[in-house]
């Protein structure tokens, strides 16, 4: 509201007083009006004065809202000193008038505390009146907040100037929070009362300002209101714990609340007495925990021992690793605890057969692993109990128990970099003797665990153990048991990277050795061992060479499977020391050799395939260049059945920067392999591989090709063609749609409407229906970028959008064609695309269930199950429709049909009461009967919907509904 010229300051405020927008938009404009120095601002105060000590508290209420409102417009810099003491002393002075204005008062308040010049005593002074005269408690919930904020801003901006306040200001910040219950004022107050305690002396108000605190812990707190939603339990509960154990002095009164809470039959309330003493030591020290130390083990113990619920176990294991590297400062004393801890958990390690002995196991690494000194400690006791149980033992399982513990505890000495024999005390244990006379043993699960604890000593084992070692190992892969020879190959890689010269030797002396004479099964094994290994650089160098020359030379079938499966599950790797790509392409010309790899088994085609693929993908331009110069000449001719899926699969992987001078009689070469051939891998391949080249070829190319293609295309389609090659050209326009979709070419719309108006063809209508979803398929992995193809954000939402809005253009007998593209592509599509379209999808759905298109219903049904969980407005709307439908179902001849109905009917099993209730009985009738059916997974089915139904409406049940 702009000030009028023919009215004065004192009429617009008349005016204003009486309209609440008015006000805020007088407000806005005077503030604006002081800070370009239109109207002074005690030219203004002055103006609001008479409303300010009027006897009527409205108008006074009134007047103090306009100036709260005008200086929280205001910059924080712009108001000076002198006019900050002013405004202070005046709200001060407001502070002690009638309750209602209060509001407003703390308004202003909150605006003058974030002013930059506002003088040093201010501060206080606001602080002393406010702690007087406001009562805080005894405000609604906003005033609080706005106590709250003021204090927040002061305590973080202005500490220094309200600390010559002393006890009076942490008295005043006690009485105000002191019993507040909103829990976001709490986290307010949590968040910023941990920097006040610490930098703030407490003095003798110090255990009055924990117990404040304290009495909300443990918390217990569960929203009430929508405007509690934002708040957890957790985050209280995370934001308290600090507040708790802000200084040392707290110490006396935390750690007896936390033995006291941890007693609690509630579970949150040792979680949270746990979580506390883990962060809380860690402030208090040595020297405050040292009393409560034996209180505190036998608190601790209880939750470690047994430990049945695994989460307060591991939340107290972590509060006890905590403690100790507090106290692990004071040498003796932490060793006394330490040896308390072992007294008390011996008697549970002396039998492994014992219940307790895991749990104690599980604590005495814990505690093991905070440091080497404890660690000693530790194995001094542990160490002779299990070696005296493992040699008298004779059942597996116990043995089994032992070398864990043992594994473990090698595993945190190898940390600090030493072994058991390093111990004085434990240097007549010879462990990997130990663990070298059990590798005889039959239990499998043993021997894997004893070729782990040998791996882990392997900085520990002399040259006579490790060469028994490696006999046992090449031993374990010839025996053919396909668990411990996995582990082998990871024992062989570990020792590689201290042994490498032994590795070597043992590859080529003992795993290469007579490889050309030995049996098929054997020599799998070895492969599969010598396959894993080759990750390694220096080994790959000798053995990779080797593998693929068998491949080429052998005629046994099992080899060569052997051979191309461990080959593609080696180049599939994440991770390797070098580039084996790279390696089998130009030392082992691996490429050379599978294109000149003669079979007509169609897995040993994939495989070579897929290796081809993998290892063109990784090669640099000018090697992929290199290829396409060898190679490409035999796309310009007919090629062989026998080596189109090769072939291709050699070319999907090339840049976009490589043409291929894809020219006509290639692609009627490809053409013609994609609709024409009688197998269906050599049309798929040629659809795949076409594409392909469609989506990266430069623009130019792609016209002529296109318009190329397209003739084809409607050629094959002509009425007097065979119905199979119309499908087969069909599945191919649709591969060629995709690829033009994807990288965005100009005329793809074009294409994907005319792919779109095949639904209405009387004789593949149906069949480009079920194909539809090809255009967006989530399983793709051929047309992606790792194979440098152009895709297209967004490119799935174009192509279900479209075809969502054709809705329109299908009518009548060609409608279920339509339907069955859409039910089939939303299987394809994320989650949240769904979710923007229900109310113009369902209708559609409800459609597709009422059809006579069996496979119909069944994926309608499917995308059913997905978004009944929405609980959106239209699926209640249309229960009347939906509900007596599912149940004409539920009768179904096909059994999945008959299952996803039951489904369905548990999804609305959730909806409000309301609305479900009159439907409740004619769905029991109907379940009692299903209950019957003759297949066993529809009886169970129906089970578990007739009782989530039964249930709808008992008593307190869906009760937040």
Not at 93 to 111: F, W
Not at 449 to 477: D, H, M, P, W
Not at 685 to 705: A, H
């Amino acid at each position: 509201m702009a000030l009028s010229p023919n009215f004065d300051l004192k009429e617009q405020l008349d005016i204003s007083f009486k309209d609440t927008t008015a006000l805020s938009s007088l407000c806005r404009n005077i503030a604006s009006k002081i800070e370009s120095g239109s109207i002074k601002l005690y030219t203004f105060v002055e103006i609001l004065g008479s409303y300010m000590t009027d006897q009527n508290v409205l108008t006074r209420e009134k007047g103090v809202t306009t100036l709260s409102s005008v200086l929280s417009q205001l910059p924080q810099d712009y108001l000076t000193e002198s006019e900050l003491y002013f405004i202070t002393t005046f709200y001060c002075d407001r502070m002690k008038d009638h309750y209602s204005i209060i509001p407003s008062v703390l308004n202003g308040i909150q605006a003058i505390v974030n002013m930059i010049h506002l003088p040093q005593n201010a501060s206080s002074s606001l602080l002393r009146v406010m702690f007087e005269h406001v009562q805080c408690q005894s405000q609604l919930l906003p005033e609080r907040c706005k106590i709250y904020l003021v204090l927040k801003s002061l305590i973080e901006n202005r500490l220094n100037d309200i600390k010559p306040m002393g006890p009076d200001l942490v008295y005043g910040i006690i009485s105000s929070m002191d019993g507040e219950r909103d829990p976001n004022n709490l986290m307010l107050l949590f968040n910023i009362l941990p920097h006040f305690i610490k930098s703030f002396p407490l003095g003798h108000l110090t255990e009055e300002m924990f117990e404040v605190m304290a009495c909300y812990f443990p918390v217990d707190f569960n929203p009430s209101g929508i405007e509690d939603l934002n708040v957890t339990r957790e985050d209280l509960a995370e934001k308290l714990t600090p507040c708790l154990c802000a200084i040392p002095e707290f110490a006396d009164y935390c750690l007896p609340l936390i033995i006291d809470k941890s007693y609690s039959t509630l579970r949150v309330a040792k979680l949270d007495s746990l979580n506390l003493l883990r962060e809380s030591v860690q402030i208090f020290g040595l020297s405050k925990i040292e009393s409560y130390l034996p209180d505190l083990w036998t608190t601790l113990k209880k939750e470690v021992i047994p430990g049945r619920d695994v989460e307060i176990r591991d939340t107290a294991l972590q509060a006890i690793t905590s403690l100790i590297n507090i106290i692990s400062v004071d040498e003796t004393v932490c060793k006394n605890f330490i040896d308390k801890i072992i007294v008390d958990v011996k008697s549970s390690l002396c039998d492994v057969q014992l219940s307790l002995y895991r749990p104690a196991q599980t604590l005495l690494e814990t505690i093991a692993a905070i440091n080497k000194t404890i660690c000693v400690q530790i194995l001094q006791i542990i160490i002779p109990l299990c070696i005296g149980q493992y040699s008298t033992k004779n059942s597996f399982n116990d043995k089994i128990a032992l070398i864990e513990t043992l594994n473990n505890l090698m595993k945190i000495c190898s940390n600090y970099n030493f072994c058991f024999q390093d111990v004085p005390e434990l240097s007549w244990t010879n462990i990997p003797q130990t663990y070298l006379d059990s590798l005889t043993v039959e239990n499998i699960e043993l021997k894997s665990k004893i070729f782990f604890g040998l791996t882990i000593q392997k900085a520990y084992l002399n040259g006579v153990q490790r060469s028994i070692l490696y006999n046992a190992i090449c031993n374990e892969i010839e025996a053919g048991c396909d668990k411990i020879q996995i582990i082998c190959h990871t024992t062989i890689i570990d020792f590689a990277t201290l042994y490498l010269e032994e590795i070597i030797m043992l590859v080529k002396e003992r795993l290469l050795s007579n490889i050309d004479e030995m049996e098929v099964e054997l020599l799998k094994r070895r492969i599969k061992a010598l396959s894993a290994i080759a990750k390694i650089h220096e080994l790959g160098c000798i053995i990779l060479p080797k593998i693929v020359t068998i491949l080429t030379d052998t005629v046994n079938t099992d080899i060569c499977i052997t051979i191309l499966l461990n080959i593609q599950k080696l180049i599939a790797l994440k991770k390797s020391d070098y580039n084996i790509h790279q390696f089998l392409y130009k030392e082992c010309h691996i490429i050379d050799k599978l294109i000149l790899y003669e079979t007509n088994i169609i897995d040993h085609k994939m495989l070579i395939s897929n290796i081809c693929q993998l290892i063109v993908r990784n090669l640099t331009i000018e090697e992929q260049r290199a290829i396409v110069a060898k190679y490409a000449v035999a796309l310009d001719t007919k090629i062989p059945e026998t080596d189109v899926t090769v072939m291709m699969n050699l070319f999907i992987s090339l840049r976009r920067d490589i043409d291929l001078n894809l020219n006509n009689d290639m692609a009627e070469n490809l053409y013609n392999l994609a609709t024409n051939n009688s197998n269906l891998d050599i049309r798929q391949t040629s659809c795949k591989f076409l594409s392909v080249l469609l989506n990266k070829i430069k623009v130019s190319d792609l016209d002529r090709i296109v318009s190329y293609l397209e003739n084809k295309i409607n050629n094959n389609l002509s009425a007097d063609n065979d119905i199979k090659l119309k499908q087969h050209t069909v599945n191919f326009q649709i591969w060629m749609t995709k690829a033009l979709v994807m990288r965005g070419y100009a005329k793809s719309q074009y294409f994907l409407e005319n792919l779109t108006l095949l639904l209405t063809h009387d004789e593949i209508g149906q069949f480009v229906g079920e194909q539809y979803q090809i255009l967006v398929n989530k399983y793709e992995d051929i047309l992606i970028t790792e194979n440098f193809c152009d895709v297209k954000i967004f490119y799935k939402q174009r192509v279900f959008e479209y075809l969502l809005r054709q809705n329109i253009n299908f009518t009548s007998a060609m409608r279920q064609n339509y339907l069955i593209a859409l039910v089939h592509l939303l299987e394809q599509m994320p989650e949240e695309l769904l979710f923007l379209h229900l109310t113009e999808l369902v209708p559609l759905l409800i459609e597709s269930l009422s059809l006579s298109n069996e496979y119909l219903v069944l994926w309608t049904l499917m995308s059913f199950k997905l978004l009944l969980d929405t609980k959106h407005d239209i699926f209640s709307d249309n229960l009347q429709c939906i509900i007596p439908r599912l149940l004409q179902l539920s009768t179904h001849r096909i059994m999945d049909v008959r299952i996803a109905v039951l489904e369905c009917l548990v999804h609305y099993a959730n909806y409000p009461i309301i609305l479900i209730n009159p439907y409740k009985q004619t769905v029991l009738d109907k379940l009692g009967v299903i209950i019957d059916d003759r297949k066993r997974l529809v009886r169970k089915a129906a089970v578990n919907a007739r009782t989530r139904w039964y249930l709808v409406g008992a008593s307190g049940e869906q009760s937040k509904e």
